[in-house]
């Protein structure tokens, strides 16, 4: 029930994924966006920090777990890459961002 009100609108999604050896899945731990329905020329924007980045199909942004773990500002990091994610998907499928701001915690 959850997953099918979440999906009858747009949804940006974000969540950490722990890797897995299934074909066409992300093998190694990775933070992860996508935004539903994937709007078109989702993939052409910009990602933080440089290391995010979108898988060939366009539809997921990743940022690689062990990309953070080299990095002493791994939470500035993480914040963003979700923040950037947010805002990728928010500007392709035309969502009025001004009215609504990401608090940093």
Same mark, same amino acid.
């Given at each position: 029930?959850?997953?099918?009100?979440?999906?009858?609108?747009?949804?940006?999604? %974000?969540? %950490? #994924? %722990?890797? !897995?050896?299934?074909?066409?899945?992300?093998? /190694?731990? /990775?933070?992860?966006?996508?935004? /539903?329905?994937?709007? !078109?020329?989702?993939?052409?924007?910009?990602?933080?920090? !440089?290391? /995010? %980045? #979108?898988?060939?199909?366009?539809?997921?942004? *990743? *940022?690689?777990?062990? !990309?953070?773990?080299?990095?002493?500002?791994?939470?500035?990091?993480? *914040?963003?890459?979700?923040?950037?994610?947010?805002?990728?998907?928010?500007?392709?499928?035309? #969502?009025?961002?001004?009215?609504?701001?990401?608090?940093?915690?």
């Amino acid at each position: 029930m959850v997953t099918r009100e979440a999906y009858s609108h747009e949804v940006i999604s %974000f969540g %950490f #994924w %722990f890797g !897995d050896d299934k074909e066409n899945s992300v093998a /190694a731990p /990775a933070f992860y966006s996508y935004t /539903a329905p994937k709007p !078109d020329g989702l993939e052409n924007e910009p990602l933080q920090p !440089d290391a /995010a %980045f #979108w898988t060939p199909d366009g539809g997921m942004a *990743l *940022l690689m777990y062990d !990309d953070i773990c080299q990095n002493e500002n791994a939470r500035e990091m993480i *914040l963003n890459f979700l923040e950037s994610a947010y805002h990728a998907g928010a500007k392709r499928a035309g #969502w009025d961002t001004t009215s609504f701001v990401l608090s940093r915690i």
